[in-house]
């Protein structure tokens, strides 16, 4: 099963799902704006449908520690050795279950990585997307 996204075609006051396909391989299909998500069993390739990863934010430390490489890892350690609020925010982060991407004090400490220099821009990105689901 792989995920397909495809629209909801609107005609006139009423939504009709335009199912690229026999719409009995579609499972667990869900409205996403005018689109519809869906797992999808039949074989056509439908390469125009192919749905873009969903990610999880609350995220186990151990699934938030394999985000990290491990020279981001060891530039975190050293620089809570010098930084305490780097220091802090590891110990807070560490003893976190589960560590809530969305939350106001992840965003704000990992933001902070990267104003010292221990993570770019772009892997804080990548990192803070979460989990593909």
């Not at 006051?13 to 009995?24: A, Q, W």
């Not at 869900?30 to 990863?53: E, K, T, V």
Request: proline letters at 5%.
């Amino acid at each position: 099963m792989r995920k397909v996204i495809f629209p909801i075609v609107k005609i006139v006051d009423t939504n009709i799902i335009d199912y690229p396909d026999d719409k009995t391989k579609f499972k667990n299909a869900r409205s996403s704006g005018d689109n519809i998500i869906a797992d999808y069993s039949g074989s056509l390739p439908l390469d125009d449908y192919i749905a873009p990863p969903e990610y999880r934010k609350q995220l186990t430390r151990r699934e938030f520690m394999s985000l990290f490489s491990p020279q981001e890892n060891r530039a975190v350690k050293n620089k809570a050795k010098t930084d305490d609020t780097v220091d802090q925010l590891w110990d807070i982060l560490m003893s976190s279950d589960p560590i809530d991407l969305d939350f106001q004090q992840t965003i704000d400490g990992m933001g902070y990585l990267v104003s010292v220099g221990v993570l770019s821009q772009a892997r804080h990105d990548e990192i803070m997307q979460g989990v593909i689901v």
